[in-house]
């Protein structure tokens, strides 16, 4: 290998070669089309104002990721400090004697001795996803790059500028709230 | 996640959760594992959150790759990055 091949940028060709890879890697981590639309536009502009920048060692689709990698963040920073955020609801006792246990209105019931043959139904695809849906987006986001997109606990961390106990604790938030979720809407409707 | 043994509801359906995926310690699981004895609620969690894990793994699958931009949105967008690539 005596030549080492050095990428260039053919900004012309951006939306053929890369706009599809590009929304996809946004909509699996911020599971909204509008905003991945956006996000796609902004990495295209970014890249166009910023292309003397680009040194040629990575491949354009490369670069062009890490861009779209930094929008993502910005945007969970964003979403993460927004006051008034949704929050999911409480599940257990948050002071006083029972401090920890469930609260009456949120104990899981009994599913029925079917419920392991449901999963097989098709139509609880629909109720998971709407599920999913119902979780407010901060929470969305990181369940979905841990479970979904299998990330590196590290490496959500790293990406979204959070801590580990932070991310489990909102692992653990959005969990809750999708068994219940899944509890009044299929399994006990 | 602390020293004492006796955990509560709480903190046991969080390390259920964590060991979803497999990321719970030794100690942690020992902890849960006798809470569950204890308390039937979070029994059922528990249960549950295995099913849910799985039907997690197949929707997974289900959605790999299926998200396209339509050709208008496409068209759009190449409009406005000529409009960029003028400047």
Known sequence: MSDIKKHT????????LYADYLFNYAITRIDNQDLAKDLVQETFFSGIKGKDNFRGQASERTWLI???????????????SAKGKKEVRMSFFTDGERKGSWLEECVPQTWGNDAEKEIENN??????????NS???KYRIVFLLKTVQNYETDEICNELDISSSNLW???HRARVQLRKCLEDNWFNK | MGKKFMISCDEATS???KNQYGEASSWDKIRLNFHLLLCKHCKAYSNQNHLITKMLGKYLKACDGSKHLTLEEKKELEKKLNKQLDK
């Not at chain 1, 861009?67 to 910005?74: E, V």
């Open chain 1, 9 to 16: 940028l053919n900004p012309d060709k951006w939306i053929d």
């Open chain 1, 66 to 80: 890490s861009i779209l990698k930094r929008k993502i963040i910005d945007h969970y920073r964003k979403i993460n």
């Open chain 1, 123 to 132: 139509e609880l695809k629909g109720a998971l996803e709407r599920c999913i």
């Open chain 1, 135 to 137: 979780l407010p987006e």
């Open chain 1, 169 to 171: 604790v909102i692992i």
């Open chain 2, 15 to 17: 390390i259920c959760d």
